[in-house]
């Protein structure tokens, strides 16, 4: 059971964010909607704080691994990644979570001994049926890149799974006529005539790709033809991974997590037609901030109301000595619900279940910012806070709205939105007295159309900081603020006037994360 108290040695753990009971918590995996449940599952490592494990890191003098290329980066190969499993949390409101065992490990000296990594959750014939990428710490028969694709299924309702004697079901990687330096992170969905995989794939200084698959049975795999191809690396990268493809509306939609190794990773988005089994994008984009590490592994859901949602891996930028400190590191976004706009672009927006819906605890109404005065919401005050506000950003350059603010200003996190840049952003350059918790913030187009007023819609979660713009923006971060009275909240324009039509302001109560026999 995670304690919502959050003892001094981890005063960062956010209280309403689904985090780990323990160790590390990374990409979101095979999220479903099953029986009345949401279930989460995600990548874990119970006994570290961080994807690695120290012991591995020693482990550099195979000619698979980073002594033969410095370039690859630690877990590429499935060497130094500790115990990767597949935590899961469950959930019937989206907001309260039980922790269940442990759905799928490693098996010693087995095909998916160096870790079971990212993939997806179908029902096959009222069977439920992990698809993952399994892999190994040594060339094994059969399994040419150290990666293989394996599956697992349950009969008690998911809280055990068995593995399955045929593993790995797909081990070959197809012949694209040059090199691969990514294979993995299924995503499966069923047809009239079988099931589809789309698989993440890299070929190095080429191209990023999504590979297709044909099964009747879910064991036997024929490869395709690519899904999806990137048309230019410098801006998507080479290597795409964690795919998600869906129907929303009449369109079809792909998310993926690009970028190229050592570089940061974003997830893009591709809207189209998908039409005898090939994808004829439209309209690409990216769900999200643009340039943050951590704003990866994008998966979705559909629901009995059918909503499409969303669960993103927030990661952790607090710096890697606060970060083994910490009893747990790592927290999933809070679920958003994505929509598809006019333009065929993305929107998305928090699910209504994690909203307040009583009466503020705050509320002002038409405040003026003056350029350059900081205007304190009088009275606001918490580390744990839900904000909206509707500001007519005017002849403003920027307007910024201040969380977690210390009373002399050393500390503070800014959401900042840049009308002549048509941005979104977050700014946590002085979250922190603790210099090095203080990392490059992330941003998200948003241009604002006529006399469109900004909305904001900010949740603050202790040290994770989330927030969204007029349902087609958001931005996020890991923030550690170290003074007490980093509590308050304040708004400032630059250049220009401002005028905040309204702010209102909830306090936001810890929810309990329980495990199964809790």
Same mark, same amino acid.
């Given at each position: 059971m995670v304690d919502r108290k959050c003892a001094a040695a981890d005063r960062d753990c956010p209280g309403y964010h689904l985090v780990p009971t323990s160790g590390w918590m990374g990409d979101p995996n095979g999220i479903i909607f099953h029986d009345g449940r949401y279930h989460v599952f995600y990548q874990h490592n119970p006994n570290d704080m961080w994807l690695g494990n120290p012991a591995w890191d020693r482990m550099d003098n195979v000619p698979w691994g980073p002594a033969a290329n410095p370039n690859v980066p630690k877990g590429l190969w499935g060497l130094h990644c500790g115990d990767v499993c597949w935590g899961h949390a469950v959930s019937e409101d989206l907001v309260n979570w039980q922790h269940w065992p442990i759905a799928i490990s490693a098996t010693p000296g087995g095909y998916d001994a160096g870790g079971c990594f990212s993939g997806c959750t179908v029902i096959n014939d009222g069977v439920p049926t992990i698809v993952y990428t399994s892999t190994t710490r040594t060339p094994a028969a059969g399994i040419r890149t150290l990666r293989a694709q394996s599956i697992a299924t349950s009969d008690d309702g998911m809280v055990t799974w068995q593995k399955h004697p045929s593993n790995p079901v797909l081990a070959d990687v197809p012949d694209l006529s %040059?090199?691969?330096?990514?294979?993995?992170?299924?995503?499966?969905?069923?047809?009239?005539? +079988?099931?589809?995989?789309?698989? %993440? *794939?890299? *070929?190095?200084?080429?191209?990023?790709?999504?590979? @297709?698959?044909?099964?009747?049975?879910?064991?036997?795999?024929?490869?395709?033809?690519? /899904?999806?191809?990137?048309?230019? !690396?410098?801006?998507? +990268?080479?290597?795409?991974?964690?795919?998600?493809?869906?129907? @929303?509306?009449?369109?079809?939609?792909?998310?993926?997590?690009?970028?190229?190794?050592?570089?940061?990773?974003?997830? %893009?988005?591709?809207?189209?037609?998908?039409?005898?089994?090939?994808? !004829?994008?439209?309209?690409?984009?990216?769900?999200?901030? +643009?340039?943050?590490?951590?704003?990866?592994?994008?998966?979705?859901?559909?629901?009995?109301?059918?909503?499409?949602?969303?669960?993103?891996?927030?990661?952790?930028?607090?710096?890697?000595?606060?970060?083994?400190?910490?009893?747990?590191? %790592?927290? /999933?976004?809070?679920?958003?619900? $994505?929509? $598809? @706009?006019?333009? /065929?672009? @993305?929107?998305l927006q928090p699910v209504d279940e994690v909203c307040s819906k009583h009466q503020p605890d705050w509320q002002f109404e038409n405040v003026t910012l003056a350029p350059g005065k900081t205007w304190r919401a009088?009275?606001?005050?918490?580390?744990?806070?839900? $904000?909206?506000?509707?500001?007519?950003?005017?002849?403003?350059?920027?307007?910024?709205?201040?969380?977690?603010?210390?009373?002399?200003?050393?500390?503070?996190?800014?959401?900042?939105?840049?009308?002549?840049?048509?941005?979104?952003?977050?700014?946590?350059?002085?979250?922190?007295?603790?210099? +090095?918790?203080?990392?490059?913030? *992330?941003?998200?187009?948003?241009?604002?159309?006529?006399?469109?007023? $900004?909305?904001?819609?900010?949740?603050?979660?202790?040290?994770?900081?989330?927030?969204?713009?007029?349902?087609?923006?958001?931005?996020f971060h890991r923030i550690r603020p170290l003074l007490e009275d980093s509590v308050n909240v304040e708004l400032v324009a630059t250049g220009g006037g401002a005028e905040v039509t309204t702010l209102n302001a909830w306090r936001k109560e810890a929810v309990k994360i329980t495990g199964l026999d809790n």
């Open positions: %040059g090199a691969i330096h990514a294979w993995h992170d299924p995503h499966v969905w069923q047809e009239e005539d +079988g099931w589809y995989m789309a698989l %993440g *794939c890299g *070929c190095p200084n080429v191209a990023g790709v999504i590979l @297709l698959y044909h099964s009747a049975d879910l064991l036997n795999w024929q490869y395709m033809h690519p /899904l999806y191809v990137s048309g230019a !690396i410098e801006k998507s +990268g080479d290597r795409w991974l964690v795919p998600d493809f869906f129907k @929303l509306g009449d369109k079809h939609v792909l998310l993926f997590c690009t970028g190229t190794p050592d570089a940061a990773c974003f997830t %893009g988005y591709a809207v189209g037609d998908y039409v005898d089994h090939c994808f !004829i994008p439209e309209v690409e984009g990216v769900l999200g901030p +643009g340039c943050a590490p951590s704003a990866m592994a994008a998966r979705t859901l559909l629901d009995d109301q059918g909503r499409r949602i969303v669960f993103c891996q927030l990661g952790d930028e607090r710096g890697d000595v606060n970060q083994r400190q910490a009893p747990r590191t %790592g927290v /999933l976004s809070l679920p958003w619900e $994505l929509s $598809l @706009l006019d333009d /065929l672009t @993305l929107g009088d009275s606001v005050a918490g580390d744990m806070l839900e $904000l909206v506000a509707e500001i007519n950003v005017g002849q403003a350059d920027e307007v910024a709205l201040g969380v977690r603010c210390s009373n002399d200003g050393t500390e503070q996190t800014l959401i900042v939105y840049n009308r002549l840049e048509q941005k979104l952003s977050v700014d946590p350059s002085h979250s922190s007295t603790d210099e +090095g918790s203080c990392e490059e913030g *992330c941003g998200s187009a948003l241009k604002l159309a006529g006399n469109e007023p $900004l909305r904001l819609h900010v949740f603050v979660d202790r040290s994770t900081v989330e927030g969204f713009a007029n349902g087609r923006a958001c931005v």
